[in-house]
């Protein structure tokens, strides 16, 4: 096989030799007249003359990314009959040439880069291939941050003027789920505005004024840090055991650590400390102080910006820190402003601020662009709402669902805006205050459905009225319409029976029904069952009995039996026991032991 390989092999060198000898000219005519490539086309007009793929020259535009769209200027390119080279083409315009994905240039769209529906400012003019993805043709709801299709809805935020974590004042929109912006808190309501160690209204229901661990009910509240417990002498219960009840600063047994510093955090292993509120002097009650010889600083904190020059605008870098309650100046978590004047430490913010006459922090009339320092220019605010210019106490338009035009403090629906301050004006209410039926008096305010009460027992009757009162039923009126006896004050209420003892002998019969009566019912009324009268027209007569007739006067009858509407004696002649076996001869009746327990069994 290796022999043929070679043989093979030497055949088709001396060929190639015999070709090329040819193509340099042996004839000695040159190339001009020949086909070197065999494509048809002489070698004078074939653009490449070996290469029978290509042989005319074309214009063409360079298609890098091979995607059907050239960019640049023309160029010439040798080319087969009826194609072009791969790479080029002969429509122009791609507006990514090293992108195949994009080539075409769209406008009038709307930003979604998200694909959440909600869309960024535009329209905007994109580069785009088949599809508009990461675009809308028409703009959806607006959108705080379309790199993230978490978030989408704007929610409130408040003033932080003491970085507390809560936050008090006229609220702006943040992004939904984001972190607000430096300043800023989401949580609103901080009791202490301008006190960092404050922020949350904490109640108390007891004082242990003199430390023995008893307390008196002295309701209350207090305004403390976010997590702080009330002090030892607030509570909402009892204090429990105390661990030295001769100091009433301290109570329980609390895991302490050693705290050098005074930083309020410590170093080392937990101490069983007998403490209050606060831990004893050169202890706390945390851990982990990153640097226990610094009081001002003593946990660690992330950074994501810096701001090395120290202006207020930052740059990003990521790191950690020890730091006190924030984290040192230059290092933050947030990005700030952007610097209108870098070569001046002290100007770097572009504020666009509206005029702010009144000094209420919120401006009015057309804004206007300002360069300075970190805070809004003295005279201007960010705000360009103010409903009031020219008085501090108002500066936004607040809605209302409710008057209260009288000032009785009972409202009217009625839906509008008004100019207020941090609160509806008086007489302007968003819920309702209790429904007013005359707003325009103040002593007529509440609709009370009423009856006549003509015998003045407390409970009317006949047609009922709603009357506007001053929350009080008229003495003439009753707020209950179901008298049964309007006429009779004694009488007011209809009560059902269901046994009746007409002959008043003690005992009762069944009958159901009603009479109008007043706190209870009347004799002869009942709604027990007291026996089982027989005949309530007789009083001498109360009780049903099974009677034989006692022909011989033995005390024991004979069939046939009776049964008869009786009083508490046996009439003569009869007997309750029926088994006299003659009952003409008093001496035989045959009462045997079984006739006592037929007695007990008879025994009414």
């Not at 048809?40 to 074939?46: E, R, Y």
């Not at 080029?88 to 709307?110: E, F, H, I, N």
């Not at 307390?215 to 661990?243: E, F, I």
Request: net charge negative; proline share 7%; aromatic share 6%.
């Amino acid at each position: 096989m290796a022999t043929t390989r070679s043989i093979w092999l030497a055949l088709a060198l001396a060929l190639l030799g015999l070709q090329s000898g040819c193509a340099d000219g042996g004839d000695g005519l040159g190339t001009g007249g020949k086909d070197s490539d065999g494509d048809g086309v002489a070698n004078d007009t074939d653009c490449e003359p070996f290469n029978r793929a290509n042989w005319h020259e074309v214009s063409a535009y360079e298609d890098a990314d091979r995607d059907g769209r050239g960019d640049g200027a023309l160029k010439k390119v040798c080319a087969p009959d009826n194609a072009l080279p791969l790479g080029w083409t002969s429509v122009p315009g791609d507006c990514a040439p090293k992108d195949s994905s994009r080539w075409r240039t769209v406008s009038g769209l709307y930003p979604d880069r998200d694909s959440d529906g909600a869309t960024g400012p535009g329209p905007v003019e994109v580069c785009l291939g088949e599809t508009l993805w990461g675009y809308r043709e028409q703009a959806g709801p607006s959108d705080c941050d379309d790199e993230d299709a978490r978030f989408t809805v704007a929610r409130g935020a408040w003033p932080d003027l003491d970085a507390d974590g809560y936050g008090e004042g006229p609220r702006v929109d943040v992004c939904a789920g984001k972190s607000p912006p430096l300043g800023f808190s989401i949580v609103e309501g901080d009791c202490a505005p301008l006190d960092a160690t404050r922020a949350v209204s904490l109640a108390y229901l007891y004082r242990d004024v003199d430390g023995d661990g008893l307390t008196v009910d002295a309701p209350g509240a207090l305004c403390l840090a976010p997590l702080q417990q009330l002090p030892a002498s607030y509570t909402l219960q009892s204090l429990g055991a105390d661990c030295d009840d001769s100091d009433s600063m301290v109570w329980r047994t609390r895991d302490v650590y050693v705290d050098a510093d005074g930083d309020g955090f410590g170093t080392g292993e937990p101490q069983a400390r007998c403490a209050g509120a606060v831990a004893p002097p050169g202890h706390a009650l945390q851990g982990d102080d990153c640097a226990p010889g610094d009081a001002t600083l003593w946990q660690w904190r992330g950074y994501t910006y810096r701001d090395a020059d120290g202006d207020g605008d930052t740059v990003p870098e990521n790191g950690v820190r020890c730091s006190g309650e924030f984290l040192p100046q230059g290092y933050a978590h947030l990005p700030r402003g952007l610097d209108c004047n870098d070569q001046d430490a002290s100007i770097r913010v572009s504020w666009s601020v509206h005029p702010d006459e009144d000094g209420d922090l919120v401006g009015a009339g057309t804004a206007v662009t300002l360069c300075a320092g970190g805070t809004v220019p003295q005279g201007y605010s960010t705000l360009g709402s103010d409903c009031a210019p020219s008085n501090a106490s108002e500066w936004q338009l607040r809605e209302y669902r409710h008057r209260d035009a009288d000032g009785d403090g009972y409202t009217v629906p009625e839906a509008g805006n008004v100019c207020g301050g941090t609160a509806l004006p008086p007489g302007y209410a968003w819920t309702e205050q209790r429904r007013d039926c005359d707003d325009a008096s103040p002593t007529r305010h509440t609709s009370l459905l009423s009856w006549p009460d003509l015998d003045g027992d407390g409970v009317g009757a006949g047609t009922s009225e709603t009357l506007c009162t001053d929350g009080q039923t008229h003495p003439s009126r009753s707020a209950v319409g179901t008298d049964c006896a309007d006429d009779d004050a004694t009488r007011w209420v209809q009560r059902n029976y269901t046994h009746v003892d007409r002959d008043l002998d003690g005992a009762t019969m069944p009958e159901q029904g009603g009479v109008c009566v007043g706190s209870a019912l009347p004799a002869p009324y009942f709604t027990k069952a007291t026996g089982n009268d027989c005949d309530d027209a007789d009083p001498e007569r109360t009780r049903w009995v099974v009677l034989y007739p006692d022909m011989d006067g033995d005390g024991v009858g004979a069939e046939p039996r009776q049964i008869p509407c009786i009083g508490a004696t046996i009439p003569p002649g009869m007997s309750i026991y029926g088994y006299d076996l003659d009952d003409n001869d008093p001496d035989v009746t045959e009462a045997t032991e079984d006739d006592s327990d037929m007695d007990l069994i008879l025994e009414p």
